[in-house]
T-cell receptor
């Protein structure tokens, strides 16, 4: 089946530094990927849509200069949390669509835990 | 804008069938019903989806009412590893932004 992989699965960084999270589609090409954030005991919230070869589109209230998204190839999207603060600590999850079945199923990565200290 | 309504939680016994309801009374004719689950500290896992016919795969069955206003996800033989939050989502085929509600927290007990 389709596989979406994220790296790193867990990362701890110091306040004020930047951290990059990668999202890869392992056995298919993904022109569009999505980034979500999930705080403890809450549901997933869509942050942005990552488009290969063009700028990402951000949901209302998400700072594009703080959460930099790059989708330089058909199999890789990266999310960089810049000048991280403790309130950015969260579970970050990416997803990608697969065209090969009816309904265009969306598959998710394993998620990346970010802790800012 | 919640498009689906699910019970917040349910318990089921290991080995028994788990029936998870979802109401989507405002579903449009071109919207699919998708089910995902999220096991603690993991990304959501795709389970099954359907448009109007009932569907079955190796994980579960999806029963959609004739008027499409509700559906039931059936886990035929629940195991402890099925303990998770289950999300019912409706979306059109070319809308890839999934909107997650609170889902149903399913606890399978031995």
């Amino acid at each position: 089946g389709a596989v979406v992989s994220q790296h790193p699965s867990r990362v701890i960084c110091k306040s004020g530094t930047s951290v990059k999270i990668e999202c890869r589609s392992l056995d298919f090409q993904a022109t569009t990927m999505f980034w979500y954030r999930q705080f403890p005991k809450q549901s997933l919230m869509l942050m942005a849509t990552s488009n290969e070869g063009s700028k990402a589109t951000y949901e209302q209230g998400v700072e594009k200069d703080k959460f930099l998204i790059n989708h330089a190839s058909l199999t890789l999207s990266t999310l960089t949390v810049t000048s991280a603060h403790p309130e950015d600590s969260s579970f970050y999850i990416c997803s990608a669509r697969v065209h090969r079945d009816f309904g265009n199923t969306i598959y998710f990565g394993e998620g990346s835990w970010l802790t800012v200290v | 804008d919640a498009k689906t309504t699910q019970p917040p939680s349910m318990d089921c016994a290991e080995g028994r069938a788990a029936n998870l309801p979802c109401n989507h009374s405002t579903i449009s004719g071109n919207e699919y019903v998708y089910w995902y689950r999220q096991i603690h500290s993991q990304g959501p896992q795709y389970i099954i989806h359907g448009l109007k016919n009932n569907e079955t795969n190796e994980m579960a069955s999806l029963i959609i009412t004739e008027d499409r206003k509700s559906s039931t996800l059936i886990l035929p033989h629940a195991t402890l590893r099925d303990t998770a939050v289950y999300y019912c989502i409706v979306r059109v085929a070319n809308d890839y932004k999934l909107s997650f509600g609170a889902g149903t927290t399913v606890t399978v007990r031995a």
